[in-house]
């Protein structure tokens, strides 16, 4: 496994794919989406716009993923996946988080992504517990990295997976689970 966590901007990162935190319109917003959007440009956009609506102003309903060119971005590729809201843990979800890394991972291995970076997904202003997040996060792409392995155990290439944190306090959070 081949699992690192850096603090930066993951617009900046040159991998396979960046995954966008992104809300369920996945025509921009703030934070991590914002920031994707205004530096992928106006060509991501239009490429959102193109995702069929599942229902009326949702193209990405929570824990799903689509992906998207990166257009002026690093990365070829943008994995948009929609963290559920925190309300008290008792309401999914833990199980909407799990299944945003899994349908991220998968998208990835499906369009032959060797290198994905995640941000920290739900912890801003959808408000999921640091802590929590991160532990979820770091156990599902070991488990999926894990189950890909043994798999492809011959030919195996393993994915590198980034934890991009954009503040000090988040990267420690990962230090201490990895």
Do not use: W
């Not at 900046?12 to 530096?39: E, P």
């Not at 440009?41 to 716009?49: F, K, S």
């Not at 833990?94 to 369009?111: H, I, T």
């Not at 995640?118 to 991160?134: L, R, V």
């Amino acid at each position: 496994m081949r699992i690192k966590i850096v603090k930066g901007d993951i617009t900046t990162l040159a991998v396979d794919a960046i995954v966008n935190a992104a809300n369920q319109v996945m025509l921009g917003g703030g934070g991590v989406d914002g920031a994707i959007h205004r530096a992928a440009g106006h060509e991501l956009y239009e490429a959102c716009l193109k995702v069929p609506e599942v229902r009326p102003g949702v193209r990405c309903p929570t824990g799903e993923a689509r992906i998207t060119p990166g257009f002026k971005l690093p990365a070829k590729f943008v994995i948009h996946t929609v963290g559920p809201v925190y309300r008290d843990g008792q309401h999914g979800e833990p199980e909407k988080l799990v299944a945003c890394y899994r349908n991220s991972l998968a998208l990835a291995a499906e369009n032959g992504c060797k290198s994905i970076a995640f941000p920290c997904i739900s912890t801003g202003i959808y408000g999921y517990p640091k802590e929590d997040a991160a532990k979820i996060a770091v156990r599902e792409v070991r488990e999926f990295l894990a189950a890909k392995n043994a798999k492809n155990a011959k030919d195996a290439e393993e994915m590198d997976v980034i934890f991009c944190c954009f503040s000090e306090r988040d990267m420690k959070v990962y230090q201490v689970i990895v």
